[in-house]
């Protein structure tokens, strides 16, 4: 069964749901996007460990791969792509507090990439490296000044700009 979690409007499918898909043949991952350390914890107990788990969620990445994820779908790597897959492979190898630094200075973009649907902030972040990216389509707008000002910070601290 899938359902919409009401403080977070997501799909959800329950973990049982995903442990019987996991059984088809060419069914091989999940990008877990539920915001819910519990429900990926689930889904992996519940399926082999050749079922792939992704975090949705660029923040989410690093407490995902202690409970079996694998990787990520994420926004944030068209900014800082290298770095996530430095923390990502620091975290396999075993070293969870270069892992861990490494997510803690990404951390504000995480947050700002989120602040408003995406792609607003991600494109507003492109365009401001100077990429052609185009604009976001309605029914989305662009991004306003507040939001602007705070993309512009955090790239700056990260000196992505």
Do not use: W
């Amino acid at each position: 069964m899938c359902h919409t979690i009401t403080s977070r409007p997501r799909r959800v499918c329950e973990p049982d749901t995903v442990a019987r898909l996991a059984e088809v043949s060419n069914i091989v991952g999940i990008k877990e996007a539920s915001g819910d350390i519990d429900q990926a914890s689930q889904i992996r107990a519940l399926t082999d460990s050749s079922f792939s788990i992704y975090s949705g969620d660029d923040s989410l990445t690093l407490p995902l791969l202690s409970v079996g994820a694998e990787g990520v779908v994420s926004v944030a790597s068209h900014l800082v792509g290298d770095q996530i897959q430095a923390m990502i492979q620091s975290y396999e190898q075993g070293d969870v507090q270069v892992a861990r630094s490494t997510h803690l200075k990404l951390f504000p973009l995480f947050k700002v990439l989120f602040a408003s649907p995406n792609p607003i902030p991600v494109k507003q972040a492109l365009k401001l490296q100077g990429h052609d990216v185009g604009s976001t389509r309605l029914p989305l707008v662009s991004s306003d000044a507040e939001l602007d000002g705070a993309i512009r910070s955090v790239l700056q601290q990260l000196d992505l700009l």
